[in-house]
């Protein structure tokens, strides 16, 4: 059936370095992959998305690109900071708008 | 712009008892899910609806849960009797239609003793 893996589930660094978390996933009618940031006991909120029709998305510090090829995708940030420190979902869906995600990245980010 | 709202933010309930859960999307959007978030994963999809429709419905336990959205607007979900394992965190979400972006609400936090 449809699945995301996502890598690493947990990821630490130190502030002002980057971050990178990455997905696959199975169905190859999937054709968008939105990220997911969620901190602790509150909902996820939409941090960034990329539709098949194009490799790579940035927006400001935050970028993600996209291999349908290879069923990959990554979500990138940049002079990582404090407030980054959540946990991140990354999530697949076809033209049905059934989101799959994966299993979440704890990034700590270290000041 | 007002977001996804739900209530109760918080239930401890019994189990064997009865519990439900509302939602009001964000105005004007027709697509609705409703999704379980259980400690340290993903989400996963329960039930999504299109306008009063229910699309898809195939993840939902019929036994014991069921979902209506009357008019295409709030939806409610429902749990009877709730067992142990239904403790999680039930989230609604909305987007304007089935392909577009999925606005979340705050979910709600559900305990069974």
């Known amino acids: 059936g449809e699945n995301v893996e996502q890598h690493p589930s947990t990821l630490s660094v130190q502030e002002g370095d980057s971050a990178v978390i990455k997905c696959t996933y199975s169905?190859?009618?999937?054709?968008?992959f939105p990220w997911y940031k969620q901190e602790l006991g509150k909902r996820p909120q939409l941090i960034i998305d990329?539709?098949?029709?194009?490799g790579e998305k940035k927006d400001q510090r935050i970028a993600v690109t996209l291999n349908k090829t290879a069923k990959h995708f990554s979500l990138h940030i940049t002079e990582t900071q404090p407030e980054d420190s959540a946990v991140y979902f990354c999530a697949a869906s076809s033209y049905t708008g059934k989101l799959i995600f994966g299993q979440g990245t704890t990034l700590q980010v270290k000041p | 712009e007002a977001g996804v709202v739900q209530s109760p933010r918080y239930k401890i309930i019994e189990k064997k008892q009865p519990v439900a859960f509302w939602c009001n999307p964000i105005?004007?959007?027709?697509?609705l899910y409703w999704y379980l978030q259980n400690l340290g994963q993903g989400p996963e999809l329960l039930i999504r609806?299109?306008?009063?429709?229910?699309?898809?419905d195939s993840q939902l336990p019929k036994d014991r849960f069921s979902a209506e959205r009357l008019k295409g607007v709030d939806s409610t979900l429902k749990i009877q009797p709730a067992e142990l394992g239904d403790s999680a965190v039930y989230l609604c979400a909305s987007s304007l239609d089935s392909g577009s972006e999925q606005y979340f609400g705050p979910g709600t936090r559900l305990t069974v003793t």
């Open positions: 105005s004007g959007h027709n697509t």
């Open positions: 990329i539709r098949s029709n194009v």
């Open positions: 609806y299109e306008n009063e429709e229910a699309v898809d």
């Open positions: 169905d190859s009618a999937s054709n968008y």
